[in-house]
């Protein structure tokens, strides 16, 4: 088995799974996949088998691969870790972010308030608003744990704002209130300000997804 391919598969399916395409339950047949990307079937097996081990895949019916789905409570935990470093990075950013970094993310929030009803394109500037965010705290420690929180969570950030299109003003607003904190050089304030904007991201997937639906 040449390594180099499985984790050339790995990685495409979990970008495929961070954007969307392969939502949650989707299944992940081993046949499809081989022929989707043209090898045999041993370096998708490998794939299958560390996004299992990674969490992002299931065992369904007969042993077969799925995207996972979450439990409520499974949901509960990884948005609170991930709240909470979040709120880390951001204090550190509140601090340390340079002058260009404050005008990128400045530039960031107003593509995302004027690109309208487009879920797709919103969900995508969110991303960028976090990584952003993330840069700014410049510290590489905190980055690289929130890399990995970030590929487990973004898909479900991105059901947020095209399952429910109330969440777009509301994210809107809570990321110009992060911004400005960021802005004004308050650690504390953007601590609580993004603690609270991905607890509501979880309250709005627990609203939407109905967990087995």
Same mark, same amino acid.
């Given at each position: 088995?040449?390594? %180099? ?11 495929? =799974? ?14 499809? #996949? ?50 909470? /470093? ?7 950013? @509140? ?14 929030? $107003? ?12 969900? $995508?500037?969110? @991303? ?14 905190? #980055? ?6 970030? /590929? ?21 607003? $809570? ?6 904190? =960021? ?16 607890? %509501? ?9 109905? #967990?087995?639906?």
């Amino acid at each position: 088995m040449n390594a %180099s391919t499985a984790q050339n598969i790995y990685d495409r399916l979990i970008n495929g =799974i961070a954007s969307g395409e392969f939502p949650p339950g989707d299944p992940l047949a081993e046949v499809a #996949l081989a022929q989707r990307f043209g090898v045999s079937r041993t370096p998708v097996r490998e794939a299958l088998h560390r996004l299992e081990q990674a969490n992002f895949a299931e065992r369904g019916p007969r042993r077969a691969f799925f995207v996972r789905k979450m439990r409520a409570s499974d949901l509960e935990e990884l948005f609170e870790a991930v709240g909470e /470093l979040e709120a880390a990075i951001a204090a550190l950013a @509140a601090r340390r972010m340079t002058e260009i970094q404050r005008r990128n993310l400045q530039a960031i929030l $107003e593509e995302g308030l004027a690109c309208g009803d487009d879920a797709t394109a919103y969900g $995508e500037l969110n @991303a960028r608003f976090h990584a952003q965010i993330s840069q700014g705290a410049h510290n590489a420690t905190l #980055l690289a744990c929130h890399a990995e929180l970030t /590929l487990r969570t973004q898909v479900w950030r991105s059901t947020n704002f095209t399952r429910d299109a109330r969440r777009l003003d509301s994210s809107r607003a $809570e990321h110009r209130a992060i911004t400005d904190a =960021i802005l004004a050089g308050e650690p504390d304030r953007t601590r609580t300000l993004m603690r609270q904007h991905v607890a %509501s991201s979880l309250i709005t997937l627990t609203d939407i997804l109905a #967990l087995g639906d």
